[in-house]
């Protein structure tokens, strides 16, 4: 087993998957898609990491086109992939599904969990996760809705694709480093989500082992 996780932004990486992958010592390389444009063809899995970018901004980031051809080759050869934030958007658009500018949701949100599918059985009916993005997507033809929100789509399965719009990986200095930099949020609305990141991290490194596992399993 290999994964290849692709970064679309230096500061994205795999995270809490990283130390997933490191117990369960199964080989991982990262592809910094930003500055090579060429994608590694030799994984067993993909994992699509988050950006700053928008899917419709492929003019201005011609990679994301790479990473949609991917995601269209590893349908057909049914290999799986995880996209997360910015992956669930390209998975969405690589299906020619619209992905477009509609709520910026920044810190931890609940969701609801279908429980319809191999992928998320074993998670909670409602858990909390942590949100970073303004962009949402249009459900691909016969995917299956797997978690929703606020913000409808936010997760989904079509063949051996998964699409999560939320962060499951993020660690606690992360969010900490990410909402110190974010000149939108205001003082108080950073020390709320300091204060929930300290009451529901752990449960979502939990709830990550459980997806990982489900994904690698796929």
């Given amino acids: 087993m290999k994964i290849v996780a692709i970064k679309n932004a230096k500061n994205e990486p795999l995270e809490f998957i ?3 992958l490191n117990e369960k010592n199964i080989t991982y390389e990262y592809v910094e898609i930003y500055e090579t444009n060429e994608v ?3 994984g067993t899995h993909y994992i699509i990491l988050g950006g700053p970018m928008g899917v419709y901004e492929e003019t201005k980031y011609p990679f994301l086109r ?9 349908f057909k050869q049914k290999t799986p992939v995880l996209g997360i934030c910015l992956g669930a958007q390209l998975i969405a658009g690589a299906f020619g599904e619209k992905v477009y500018p509609f709520k910026r949701e ?4 609940e969701v609801y969990n279908h429980q319809n599918d191999s992928f998320n059985i074993n998670l909670p009916t409602k858990f909390v996760v942590f949100q970073w993005h303004n962009d ?3 459900l691909p033809d016969k995917a299956k809705l797997l978690f929703e929100g606020d913000v409808k789509n936010q997760g989904f399965r079509i063949g051996n694709l998964i699409g999560l719009q939320f962060h499951l990986e993020v660690k606690k200095e992360t969010i900490e480093k990410w ?7 205001d003082g108080d609305s950073k020390k709320q989500i300091v204060e929930k990141t300290n ?18 399993n796929l």
């Fill in 66 to 74: 790479e990473e949609m051809s991917l995601i269209r080759e590893c």
């Fill in 40 to 42: 590694d063809k030799e």
């Fill in 199 to 216: 009451l529901y991290i752990d449960d979502l490194h939990k709830n990550c082992k459980i997806m990982i596992e489900n994904f690698l």
């Fill in 18 to 20: 990283e130390v997933i």
């Fill in 106 to 109: 920044v810190g931890w949100y």
């Fill in 136 to 138: 949402t997507f249009d």
């Fill in 179 to 185: 909402i110190k930099m974010d000149k939108k949020l």
